[in-house]
């Protein structure tokens, strides 16, 4: 199972470094011009610094959203909660396709189209159900007995929360933000909709890139975006103390 999903990226990543003029594999020979070629095009550069901008963004308002709306769900009883954690939930199981079109519309309409911010809320819809997920999965098996002990002994129950259940769940909420931003850096389908000239995340560059050039660039490029992705989730780790997460 880890050949089946690993072995395509390391096929992209081996490509990147050949020195053929074509896209293929095994490559003819080692070379860093593709490289070379990728950080000396202005587009690119562009679309990589908006993108990892957007996707820092979105994991940190969709981590704040959602680990909210996950504590409403877990801990609230209130009536209709089951309907609103349908809608909650709902961008998972819409294809991204129609979830675009019915974004490009709504910010036709409210004059927003092709700006920052339509991309950025459009990011921070399609990826807020993964944090309410992982936040909640960790919730539901959380002793609330501990942040009422914590309440007893003259904690405020804001500082019970973020001491006692923040420091338990935190797997759950970290993981879900490295969901946000993976998810949002290399969205594509959503993007296509809500993006303009100004305004081209990595990917749709990219893909604009591919119709006139299929040469060794492109695997660079997903070089690079795998090694963002890869270097993001391995720094928080580090940082909030989820070696058991990744094995280091």
Do not use: C
Not at 29 to 44: D, K, Y
Not at 87 to 110: D, H
Not at 215 to 224: E, G, N, Q, R
């Amino acid at each position: 199972m880890y050949a089946f999903l690993l072995v395509p990226m390391l096929v992209v990543v081996v490509a990147a470094f050949n020195s053929g003029s074509f896209f293929t594999f095994p490559p003819q020979g080692f070379s860093l011009r593709w490289f070379a070629n990728f950080f000396a095009r202005r587009e690119f550069m562009q679309a990589l610094r908006l993108s990892t901008e957007l996707a820092l963004w979105t994991a940190v308002l969709s981590t704040l959203a959602g680990t909210l709306a996950a504590i409403a769900l877990v801990r609230g009883r209130f009536r209709g909660r089951g309907a609103v954690n349908a809608f909650v939930t709902s961008p998972l199981l819409l294809p991204q396709i129609l979830t675009g079109v019915a974004m490009l519309q709504f910010f036709t309409l409210v004059r927003l189209h092709q700006t920052y911010w339509a991309l950025l809320i459009g990011h921070v819809v399609v990826t807020t159900p993964y944090v309410v997920r992982t936040v909640t999965a960790t919730l539901t098996h959380f002793d609330l007995a501990l942040e009422e002990a914590a309440q007893s002994l003259g904690a405020h129950p804001v500082r019970a929360f973020l001491e006692v259940t923040l420091g338990v769940i935190k797997p759950g909420v970290v993981a879900g933000a490295i969901f946000a931003f993976a998810i949002s850096f290399d969205n594509f389908t959503l993007s296509l909709f809500l993006t303009s000239s100004r305004l081209t995340p990595l990917p749709i560059e990219l893909f604009a890139y591919l119709k006139y050039s299929f040469d060794p660039t492109a695997a660079a490029v997903s070089a690079v975006a795998i090694g963002v992705a890869l270097v993001v989730v391995l720094g928080i780790a580090r940082v909030v103390g989820l070696e058991e997460f990744t094995g280091f």
